[in-house]
């Protein structure tokens, strides 16, 4: 009877450890790097009506992979730079490192686990598309290291990381990723990094602590103005965007401006979590539980692909 105790007592520590080990990954942070999807669904290439739509959607996906490794093992040194600061906050206290459920040594053999494989998997698929993951990794170990302490330059670093996971999606298809879309992933990073740095403000003000030593050098009025500012600006850049000659030959249609609607909607609503409902969370957290959200990305995604791919039914309609 107690061998059998013993056996499940320990059964229950493997698989709480492998549990936090998971958590330490951070999986539902992944769906950031589906943007790397984003070249091919803008081109009008994202069917699969030939082998070689096929082939640059299945290299795009272990593209994704790639980037999830690396984002993991970014996070890892994060966590494990920020345990103290962590154990202060009210929900990053629970996480791994900063509670203790994973060791140090487990974190960083994990960390160069996830780093070497995704570096070797992107080799394999295109060295220019390993050049920009591996500017990627520099850039956000730098954040990790000591440049997110930086007002400013911090919500500027995770923008480009936006960025670079749109120019990494186009390297892997050979496909060019244009000015307008360069911007507009650019803005939209901005606004969340932005919502994120206001929600540790408030964090700051309810609680007394410092979240981030970047905050020091933020108030709610300053972070009100950008979050405002950059939303009116990736707006019109949008419509710019979808009634620009260069949009309108390449993919053969004026009707993309239609898409601004639910684009305005998703803005909107996200402006709406932040100076109403003051819920600036982790962009990733919102977009798993706000339904009104979710309805317009997917209603945006939708109209957006039926104009691209099927025309004729859109300009019956409208």
């Not at 999606?169 to 990723?177: F, H, K, L, M, S």
Request: aromatic letters at 12%.
């Amino acid at each position: 009877m107690e061998q059998k105790l013993n056996y499940m007592l320990n059964t229950k520590n493997r698989t709480s450890t492998l549990g936090a080990l998971i958590q330490l990954l951070r999986p539902n942070h992944w769906s950031k790097n589906s943007i790397l999807l984003i070249p091919l669904f803008f081109s009008g290439s994202l069917s699969i009506s030939s082998t070689t739509d096929i082939n640059s959607i299945l290299e795009t996906l272990i593209g994704i992979v790639c980037f999830s490794l690396i984002a993991s093992s970014i996070y890892i040194i994060n966590d494990y730079k920020d345990i103290e600061s962590d154990r202060n906050h009210p929900t990053k206290k629970t996480r791994p490192l900063a509670s203790g459920s994973v060791s140090r040594t487990s974190a960083i053999l994990l960390c160069l686990l996830c780093s070497s494989c995704g570096i070797s998997l992107a080799y394999l698929i295109e060295v220019k598309f390993l050049f920009i993951l591996c500017l990627y990794f520099v850039l956000n170990l730098g954040y990790s290291l000591g440049l997110k302490n930086i007002s400013i330059l911090d919500i500027i670093i995770v923008s480009i990381g936006f960025v670079f996971r749109v120019k990494a999606g186009g390297a892997i298809t050979n496909i060019y990723v244009s000015e307008w879309l360069t911007i507009m992933i650019f803005l939209l990073s901005l606004i969340m990094a932005i919502a994120k740095r206001r929600d540790d403000v408030l964090i700051k003000m309810n609680s007394g602590k410092d979240m981030r030593v970047a905050s020091k050098a933020y108030n709610i009025e300053f972070l009100n103005l950008c979050l405002i500012l950059i939303s009116g600006v990736t707006i019109v850049a949008y419509l710019m965007y979808t009634i620009s000659d260069d949009v309108i030959n390449r993919l053969g249609t004026h009707r993309l401006y239609y898409t601004c609607l639910f684009v305005i909607a998703g803005i909107f609503r996200y402006l709406q979590i932040a100076f109403v409902e003051n819920k600036t969370e982790s962009p990733t957290d919102i977009l798993y539980k706000d339904k009104f959200i979710q309805a317009s990305i997917l209603l945006w995604i939708c109209s957006f692909y039926f104009i691209i791919y099927y025309p004729q039914i859109y300009s019956i309609v409208l």
